[in-house]
């Protein structure tokens, strides 16, 4: 069984260019989470998606960040434009369930470098 | 601000013996618990977790511990092997609720 596909791995970019990740959930989950890594604040929830419906954002850090969950099988999260302090690991994470807490089920991540 | 904090960066512990993981939170809301454990280059893999009506949750070599009054909780893997060697991470959320708090992570290293 796949577990949560993210594209790219690993993405590097020059500051000012617009940067795509993708998420593929595990296939019948009905939440998707979408994190941040980064040395100085750890893992950080940005938006949660409960039936592709985004229900918190407040962890959205600004204007610059915006995510989609266009049908349950696929997310995106896209900065435009991109800064070097956006360099950090982004997971996606998914889970199923209609009653919280539920166990989140993590992706691999995409590393993204801004130069 | 970090409301759960896992003061231990890192730790090192000889093959055999017990690793013993440490976490505090500092809301008094949250009351399920977990612990995640990340390999490099992979997303965390979920461990094992812990409601507040509890106090010990075990599940073969690791059992968390959770002591609400102190807020604080502990992870203790026994006996300590080298594939254990990860980054554990401590998260905490309200039962009704859907955000996991997490922890920066302590590396462990278990050596032969």
Redesign the interface.
């Known amino acids: 069984d796949a577990g949560v596909i993210q594209s790219p791995r690993h993405e590097v970019t020059e500051m000012g260019q617009e940067v795509t990740l993708r998420c593929k959930p595990i296939s019948g989950h009905n939440s998707l989470f979408w994190y941040r890594q980064t040395m100085m604040r750890g893992l950080e929830l940005l938006i949660y998606f409960n039936n592709n419906v985004p229900i918190d954002d407040s962890g959205m850090p600004e204007d610059r960040f915006s995510a989609k969950m266009p049908n349950a099988s696929f997310s995106t999260l896209k900065i435009q434009p991109s800064e070097p302090r956006d360099s950090a690991v982004y997971f996606c994470a998914s889970s199923f369930g209609s009653s919280l807490p539920e166990t989140q089920y993590f992706g691999p991540g995409t590393r993204l470098l801004v130069l | 601000d ?1 409301q759960v904090k896992q003061n231990s960066p890192s730790l090192s512990v000889q093959e055999g013996r017990i690793s013993i993981l440490n976490c505090d939170y500092t809301n008094s809301m949250f009351d ?1 618990f ?1 612990w ?1 454990k990340k390999y490099p ?6 461990l094992i ?1 812990i409601s507040s009506i509890k106090d010990k949750n075990e599940d073969g070599r690791f059992t968390v511990f959770l002591n609400k009054s102190a807020k604080h909780l502990s992870l203790h893997i026994v006996p300590s092997q080298p594939g254990d060697s990860a980054v554990y ?1 401590c998260a905490a ?1 309200e ?6 708090n ?4 302590t590396s462990l290293l278990v050596t032969p």
């Open positions: 970090q399920y977990l995640y280059a992979e997303g965390p893999t979920f977790s991470f959320s039962y009704s609720g859907y955000a996991l997490f922890g920066k992570g």
